[in-house]
Antibody, heavy 121, light 110 residues
C-alpha cells in the first residue's frame, strides 16, 4: 500500500522559505510516476503547486513557478518542496501526492494526510 | 491557467441522483481522458473517485460515475447516501503538462 507523509515546520515567518519533505513508503519513488504538491488555504479549494519525476524533470503551476523548487532524494525515497518569499496568503494545508502518468493523461491517485503551514511573524 | 468552473453547491435527498459539472477549455477538460474527481469530507485528505473521465478505482461504489461532453465533465452520484456529503473537486491534466483543479462543490444530503 502506497503511503505518503509530509514533514516540516508548521510555522514560517514572512519573507522566509517554506520547506517540506514527503516520505514515501510501500512504493519506490524511482518509478514512472510523478511526485507532487497541492495546497489548500483554510476554508478554500485545492491548488496544484507542481510535480517532479525521479529523473529531476519538473512542472510547476504558472502562478507559483517563480517561487517554487522541487527535488527528489531517491536514496531516502522522499521528495521535497521549497516555496520562497512566503506571505500570509501562503498559509495552507500542504499535501504531497503521487501522480500516475502511465496512461493517456495524468491524475493524482495517492495523497498524504496533509500538514498545516502557517505564515506569521 | 485558470481554475476549472464548478457550481459552489448542490444538494439532494437520500436515494436521489445529483450531478456536479466541471467546465474548462479545449486545453484541459476538452482533451482526451484528462478529468479526475475527488471526494473530500471535512478535515480529511481528498480521495480519488473517478479518473480518466469514467474509470473508478477499486473500492469506489458504482453509484459514482463520470462523463464528458466537449469542455464540460460531470460527476454523477446515484442512490445518494448520507455518507456522500462532502466537498467534491474535479481536476484536469492540461496541454502544458500541468494539473488544474476546479473550485470545489459542496454536496449536501438533505
Amino acid at each position: 500500500q502506497v503511503q505518503l507523509q509530509e514533514s516540516g515546520p508548521g510555522l514560517v515567518k514572512p519573507s522566509d522559505t517554506l520547506s517540506l519533505t514527503c516520505g514515501v513508503s510501500g512504493f519506490s519513488i524511482s518509478s514512472a510516476n510523478w511526485w507532487g504538491w497541492i495546497r489548500q488555504p483554510p476554508g478554500k479549494g485545492l491548488e496544484w503547486i507542481g510535480y517532479i519525476h525521479y529523473s529531476g524533470s519538473a512542472h510547476y503551476s504558472p502562478s507559483l513557478k517563480s517561487r517554487v523548487t522541487m527535488s527528489v532524494d531517491t536514496s531516502q525515497n522522499q521528495f521535497s518542496l521549497k516555496l520562497y518569499s512566503v506571505t500570509a496568503v501562503d498559509t495552507a494545508v500542504y499535501y504531497c501526492a503521487r501522480t500516475d502518468c502511465s496512461g493517456p493523461s495524468c491524475y493524482i491517485d495517492y495523497w498524504g494526510q496533509g500538514t498545516l503551514v502557517t505564515v506569521s511573524s | 491557467q485558470s481554475a476549472l468552473t464548478q457550481p459552489p453547491s448542490v444538494s439532494g435527498s437520500p436515494g436521489q441522483s445529483v450531478t456536479i459539472s466541471c467546465t474548462g477549455t479545449s486545453s484541459d477538460v476538452g482533451g482526451y481522458n484528462r478529468v479526475s474527481w475527488f471526494q473530500q469530507p471535512p478535515g480529511t485528505a481528498p480521495k480519488l473517485m473517478i479518473y480518466e473521465v469514467t474509470n473508478r478505482p477499486s473500492g469506489v461504489p458504482d453509484r459514482f460515475s463520470g462523463s464528458k461532453s466537449g469542455n464540460t465533465a460531470s460527476l454523477i452520484i446515484s442512490g445518494l447516501q448520507a455518507e456522500d456529503e462532502a466537498d467534491y473537486y474535479c481536476s484536469s491534466y492540461t496541454s502544458s503538462r500541468t494539473l488544474v483543479f476546479g473550485g470545489g462543490t459542496k454536496l449536501t444530503v438533505l
